[in-house]
């Protein structure tokens, strides 16, 4: 079985990226999602010690707000803390220490958090953590950790699925007025009583079904290819993702092949 890989559409600057999987089953297809979803690690704050918080954010919501922001991960410099050297007593090379103090009337951002490592921060500045009024602080000190997201979904480096690949036909349309009025993702391109398909659009659309009901003279099926579509929420590329997730899949098929 020949598997092949083609490149559909990449938005780096997003995140997303999808391609096509020929020569193979949706049993694969799903492998890869579950160990995107699952096993490959990231960083996210998994302790931390509020010093002061007289914020209108109980501690706890503030600590869940501060675990659940996505952490830049350099995937180089960092081990599980279950395989690190220092057997999970804690490291530089395992834990990623982060402070953030303010005491400023207004919004504190995620800006304002310093790391101890400069690769790693916080993915997106601009988010907002908590509103202060005059005379309030926080001044919290954050233990980030590599974990996977089968333990926490604040692990989980990004979203991932897939869908077989769509075939639209369209022999004689019957009724064009009504598919051009139901056609809101632009996959129809309709002039007049000719009916034609955009097929930049169609990977896209989620209408595919509706339109083939509409009218008997569209007819929708699937081939054996599967697009396969993945967005990262920031702390490593899709391109690192996969990466990871090709490595984790050698490993688990050697360790299966030991224990035959
Ligand atoms: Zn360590």
Redesign the pocket.
């Known amino acids: 079985m020949a598997i092949k890989l083609e490149k559909l559409k990449e938005e780096k600057k997003k995140g997303k990226l999808s391609f096509l999987i020929k020569g193979a089953d949706e049993a694969l297809a799903n492998t890869i999602r579950r160990l995107i979803i699952e096993e490959v690690p990231t960083l996210a704050v998994e302790d931390l010690e509020i010093k002061d918080n007289n914020s209108a954010l109980y501690d706890e919501m503030l600590g869940l707000r501060l675990a659940l922001m996505p952490l830049k991960t350099d995937l180089k410099s960092y081990?599980l803390?279950q395989q690190?050297?220092?057997?999970?007593?804690?490291?530089?090379?395992?834990?990623l220490i982060l402070t953030l103090k303010a005491g400023k009337k207004g919004m504190v951002f995620a800006s304002e958090a310093a790391s101890s490592d400069p690769k790693c921060v916080f993915v997106y500045p601009e988010t907002p953590i908590v509103k202060l009024i005059a005379k309030q602080k926080v001044d919290v000190v954050m233990k980030a950790v590599l974990g996977q997201g089968k333990e926490h979904a604040k692990w989980s480096p990004g979203a991932a699925f897939y869908k077989k690949e769509p075939v639209l036909t369209i022999s004689k349309a019957q009724n064009p007025e009504l598919l051009a009025k139901k056609c809101s993702d632009g996959v129809l391109e309709i002039s007049g009583s000719k009916v034609k398909v955009n097929q930049e659009k169609l990977y896209e659309s989620n209408l595919l079904e509706l339109y083939s009901e509409l009218d008997k003279g569209v007819q929708l099926s699937y081939t054996d290819n599967i697009i396969f579509t993945m967005e990262s929420w920031g702390q490593l590329s899709c391109r690192e993702i996969l990466q990871q997730t090709a490595q984790i899949l050698a490993e688990k098929i050697e360790a299966m092949e030991k224990l035959l």
């Open positions: 081990n803390k690190c050297k220092c057997q999970g007593e804690g490291c530089a090379q395992c834990e």
